[in-house]
């Protein structure tokens, strides 16, 4: 299902300035990989939603199925 949902959202992710990724794998809190498939969205730089504009943050879920914020080198 993740997949599925990745499908119909990856051009709207990968728009959002900074995306450089996205991939289906599984949540990581606390460098701790929880298992739950999950979206990863790889971004140059982690910043918090309260310095954004709003449509430029990634949503907690998509259709249900939780994100995760990866920061990773260009």
């Known amino acids: 299902m ?3 949902v ?3 959202h990856w051009q709207e992710l990968k728009d959002i300035p900074g ?3 996205t ?3 599984t949540k990581f ?3 701790v990989d929880t298992g739950v498939p999950s979206i ?3 971004v140059a730089e982690k910043k918090p939603c309260e310095v954004l504009l ?3 943050c990634i949503p907690e879920h998509i259709e249900g199925v ?3 914020v990866v920061e990773m080198a260009p």
């Open 19 to 21: 995306v450089l990724n």
């Open 29 to 31: 809190k606390d460098g």
């Open 23 to 25: 991939a289906v794998a």
């Open 2 to 4: 993740s997949k599925e």
């Open 6 to 8: 990745l499908d119909r």
């Open 40 to 42: 990863t969205v790889y």
């Open 54 to 56: 709003p449509e430029h």
């Open 66 to 68: 939780p994100t995760d």
